[in-house]
């Protein structure tokens, strides 16, 4: 039984999912906050593409760095952990049957997290913060650029906090009977990792805000590095078991799935939890100052415990799909069940093309680029922000895009205008990310640098460069990121006139993406009990076999292919 | 299941092709984890991490008297210093350069100290693409062997501030 406040609560139409109204508010705040740190981070993304594109070279030096920083800050962190806690918000109530611990303490994290964005943001866009989104001492910033993260941390902080305590009086209250369904489990793992990762922003940031301040001499860079990163490839791992709870959610939406084996998918949430906080290593790579040993425990996760973790997620969802599919009687051949998928609903759209582009571009090169010895012709290159467009873009931004797909008719209770476009929309969006990712990672392997102005080095006393191909490359990164910057803005639109104008369909069920039958013979799919008919299916899921081993021989070609290219480079240790 | 709880029975191992991809996951996970200790022994590019404190100010007073014993040349009124091979290198960060230009011989290793005499710096030897952080604080030690002749550039992938596209250096390799 539910413990929801008299009056506060509502039945979804279209899923019968409760929902309780003062978590749909800040679900909604939060999502209107994330959209416009999105929207930010697009419009700077554009700049920046079209700066690194050598041949069109927009903006001057220093507004390049400016952007740059501005469109870390909004990307990585502002809109992916507003989206989050969005999320988390969802997940502990409707999932729960519960409602939501407080309002107030929503109130406070939310006032805070939007605070201090916005200060940052005024900071960088004033010239105060040029120091980009890592701000490695001795670089310095001004002092309420790291009260702004500070402030923003804390607030993701609070909000987490509520999710555990609405966690805690749903388990209290009897809301729901035995385990916790899986994506709220997934959710569960995020907002662990997220604590672990801003306890590392707080210990790193509380005392570069006192060395800006005057009130601290100095801040070691090696000390800074190590654990600056324990905030900055961390808060990436929330995304991943966000992101892989959204695909779990969106298979069951979109098709009716539900997991094969909840003891695998669980476990695999665990070994998030236990050892993805270790690849803040993956920077420290070529640093001085930590050893071999040290580098190499961590950078593998202890064992690639993690990475298995992915690649049963990997199989796990598309199997779920697989199966769901084959019970529908689409279950001629190997690959009917995926050609005769709702590629038209850009909720399955988005989810499949992300599991795709995570697996094969960002989880591949992840892996690869974080080997100990390989990192040494990878490192601060463009191939790093090519694995990582291909995981947080590709992967997390796709899906969490998909997800709105259904937040807004769902959750908003409005109606999307041009809904051709939005059936569109995720294939631009991944054509662009691919193109952006691969441009990157191919220049990137010639050597040339992220993070950089001019790769022709005009004007340096000692001549430097890199021959047509790299270039070449860089305009591939240009062509894709204008169009991911059109997809973004495809979705930043039909969203925003949704939200904000769209037709209220309260009261009403949604079938704006798939026929209400088509949607109705998915949910009576996934609520029948698993029969034996359902066992058969499910252990022998040939379509989704094939999928991971042509992923598993991509993986050991790029990977030793990057060995090899290792063992060419000058011998050193 | 995803969005209800699931049945009460759901404890029980993976079975079928899901049984058989956990599996396969893992040993792939084993080989690429037991790849690194193999290629830290056996492989000839490793990244060691040694390193050893010294102060901006001391590590640039090496580099000077590094510069006036091995100096053999002059390049855009840049010193082009020639260190004994097996012997000690230096090569400092600055806003924006790496000083000296050195001139290495092939199949020679150096002991090449790198740091940074004020903000971070990346060291990017072009275009062979090796990469190491340089840090304020920290003297890197590379023991090198440089395999290639020719004149390679050096320049900077961490940035350091708006001039951070004009610090370029040079190893001669002969």
Not at chain 1, 298 to 326: C, D, K
Request: aromatic letters at 14%; hydrophobic letters at 50%; proline letters at 4%.
């Amino acid at each position: 039984m539910g413990n929801f406040l008299e009056g506060r609560y509502r039945t979804c139409n279209t899923t019968g999912l409760p929902v309780c109204l003062d978590a749909q508010f800040f679900i909604k705040a939060h999502a209107v906050a994330a959209v416009v740190f999105f929207l930010i981070g697009a419009i700077a993304a554009l700049l920046i593409a079209l700066t690194r594109w050598s041949a069109v070279h927009l903006l001057p030096a220093m507004w390049f760095y400016r952007v740059l920083t501005l469109h870390g800050l909004n990307m990585l962190i502002f809109w992916i952990i507003s989206f989050e806690i969005a999320i988390l918000y969802f997940a502990g109530t409707s999932l729960l049957n519960s409602r939501l611990f407080s309002r107030k303490v929503a109130w406070v994290a939310y006032v805070l997290m939007v605070v201090g964005a916005l200060m940052v943001d005024y900071i960088v866009l004033i010239g105060k913060g040029d120091v980009l989104m890592t701000s490695y001492p001795p670089l310095k910033a001004h002092p309420l650029f790291y009260l702004g993260i500070i402030f923003f941390a804390v607030g993701t902080l609070i909000a987490v906090f509520n999710f555990f305590a609405t966690v805690y009086i749903a388990r209290r209250d009897k809301t729901y009977e035995g385990s916790m369904p899986l994506v709220a489990y997934g959710a569960l793992a995020a907002a662990i990792i997220a604590v672990v990762t801003l306890l590392h922003g707080a210990t790193v940031m509380i005392p570069s805000f006192l060395w800006s301040l005057g009130l601290v001499e100095h801040i070691d860079a090696g000390w800074y590095r190590l654990v600056w990163w324990g905030l900055g490839h961390p808060s990436q791992q929330i995304n991943v078991a966000a992101m892989v709870a959204v695909w779990y959610f969106m298979a069951t939406l979109t098709t009716g799935a539900k997991p094969l084996n909840e003891t695998v998918c669980r476990a695999a949430f665990v070994f998030y939890i236990l050892f993805i906080n270790l690849a803040s290593a993956h920077h420290l790579l070529v640093d001085p100052g930590l050893n071999a040993s040290w580098k190499i425990w961590n950078t593998s996760y202890a064992m690639y415990l993690a990475v298995l973790a992915s690649m049963i997620h990997g199989f796990t969802v598309p199997a779920s799909i697989e199966v769901a599919q084959r019970l529908k009687g689409f279950t001629r051949g190997i690959f009917n069940w995926l050609t005769s998928a709702p590629w038209g609903d850009p909720g399955f759209a988005s989810i499949f093309l992300s599991i795709v582009i995570f697996g094969f571009i960002g989880g591949i090169t992840g892996v690869t680029l974080g080997t100990e010895q390989i990192n040494i012709i990878a490192h601060n290159t463009l191939r790093i922000p090519g694995h990582f467009h291909a995981t947080v873009v590709g992967g997390t931004t796709l899906a969490f895009m998909g997800l709105t797909y259904y937040v807004v008719p769902l959750i908003f209770q409005r109606d999307f205008y041009f809904k051709k476009w939005a059936r569109v929309q995720p294939y631009i969006f991944a054509s662009g990310v691919v193109l952006l990712s691969l441009g990157m990672s191919f220049a990137g392997s010639y050597g040339v640098p992220r993070r950089h102005w001019d790769v022709n080095f005009t004007g340096a006393p000692l001549s430097a460069g890199f021959d047509a191909a790299a270039h070449f490359f860089l305009g591939v990164l240009g062509i894709g990121g204008i169009l991911a910057f059109t997809g973004a803005l495809i979705f930043i639109v039909l969203t925003v006139l949704a939200v904000f104008f769209g037709k209220s369909i309260a009261g009403q069920p949604f079938h704006g993406w798939q026929p209400a039958e088509k949607f109705k013979l998915s949910m009576e799919i996934f609520s029948r009990k698993k029969d034996e008919k359902f066992e058969q299916i499910a252990h022998k899921v040939p379509g989704t076999v094939v999928l991971v081993f042509v992923l598993l021989i991509s993986f050991m070609v790029y990977y030793f292919a990057n060995w090899k290219a290792l063992a060419d480079v000058w011998w050193v240790r | 299941m995803s969005i209800k709880s699931p049945e009460s029975n759901w404890f029980k191992p993976p079975e079928g092709s899901e049984r058989l991809w956990v599996g396969v996951a893992l040993v792939w996970c084993m080989v690429m984890f037991l790849a690194m200790p193999y290629w830290h022994v056996k492989g000839k590019q490793n990244s060691t991490g040694e390193s050893y404190a010294v102060t901006p100010a001391e590590f640039q007073k090496r580099v000077n008297r590094f510069v006036e014993t091995n100096k053999v040349g002059e390049k855009n009124g840049i010193p082009v210093v020639e260190p004994s091979p097996g012997g000690d290198a230096y090569l400092m960060g600055q806003m924006w350069r790496w000083y000296p230009i050195l001139k290495l011989k092939e199949g020679q290793t150096y002991r090449l100290h790198i740091s940074s005499v004020d903000l971070q710096h990346g060291f990017s030897v072009l275009p062979i693409n090796i990469n190491f952080q340089v840090l304020p604080g920290y003297d890197h030690v590379l023991t090198l062997t440089p395999t290639s002749k020719g004149i390679f550039q050096v320049i900077c992938n961490e940035f350091c501030g708006i001039g951070h596209h004009l610090m370029t250096g040079q190893i001669i390799v002969e």
